[in-house]
């Protein structure tokens, strides 16, 4: 099985940003999961459906394929075939996400197809049951967090780069409810796995954190050697339309 680490922790504690980087440096896939509830909330919400309505996002499921690509740097998602990757970082896709990820036949789903992704290579993943249940026997296990104010602030300031203004109190009011969904809900929710390092990342630069996750990843035994940066590891060519063999079909 392919080395890996995980970084959970709530939204905007800087997850993506040190997990690309980790991965980038030492040569291993960058798998966002995060990407993936998005990428069927994008799907439910293109089809006007709601996920209190179970038995329709359980059908809706069944005819679902998705997949990940691309270099840490320039990751990608794939919904049946398509790249979404530009469309589901809405304020609306990450309500109906949040809202998604409480279902555990949805769970359930993504937790197969991302445990598959081992077979690809050694890998860094983030989101927010990597180190609890996803990868239990992951390498590395990374908690990163950091004060409500500054996840807030950096989740306007990338709306404001995407052209998209809005209001800080309207951000942190919206993260702060789906930490809290994420936290509480009955199936795996947000919390440290047993023995991962919790890192608080308020107030420190990225440098700074990075590392200190590649300290770790260092540290422990079994770490493949760091692959050059022009080496830096893809998840596989970009899909095209109908998906390719061992992409995943939710069904
Ligand atoms: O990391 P993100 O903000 O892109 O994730 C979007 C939502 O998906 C998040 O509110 C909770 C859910 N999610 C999850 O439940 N488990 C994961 N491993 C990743 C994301």
Redesign the pocket.
């Known amino acids: 099985m392919s080395f890996v680490v995980t970084i959970d922790g709530p939204?905007a504690a800087g997850?993506s940003t040190v997990a690309r980087e980790v991965a980038a440096r030492l040569g291993f896939l960058y798998v966002?999961?995060?990407?993936l509830?998005?990428a069927l909330a994008l799907k439910l919400q293109r089809q006007g459906g709601s996920p209190d309505q179970q038995d329709a996002v359980e059908r809706m499921l069944e005819g679902t394929l998705l997949d990940l690509s691309g270099a840490p740097d320039q990751p990608h998602v794939w919904l049946d075939g398509e790249d979404v990757s530009g469309q589901i970082r809405t304020p609306e896709v990450?309500e109906l996400?949040?809202r998604l990820?409480v279902i555990p036949a949805v769970?359930q789903r993504l937790v197969q197809f991302q445990r598959s992704l081992r077979e690809r290579g050694p890998l860094v993943g983030?989101?927010?049951?990597?180190g609890t249940v996803?990868f239990p026997d992951a390498e590395v296990k990374i908690y990163l967090d950091a004060d409500a104010l500054t996840r807030a602030r950096r989740r306007t300031h990338e709306f404001e780069q995407r052209g998209l203004p809005v209001a800080l109190e309207q951000v942190q009011a919206e993260i702060e409810r789906?930490d809290e969904?994420?936290r509480t809900r009955a199936d795996?929710p947000l919390r440290a796995a047993g023995g991962a390092i919790i890192i608080e990342s308020s107030g420190r630069d990225v440098e700074t954190v990075v590392q200190e996750v590649l300290r770790a990843v260092l540290a422990g035994p079994g770490c493949p050697p760091m692959m050059p940066r022009s080496q830096d590891a893809t998840l596989g060519p970009p899909l095209g339309p109908g998906g390719r063999p061992g992409s995943d079909r939710a069904d």
């Open positions: 939204s997850k966002d999961t995060g990407a509830y998005r990450s996400s949040s990820a769970r983030e989101g927010r049951d990597l996803v789906r969904r994420d795996s």
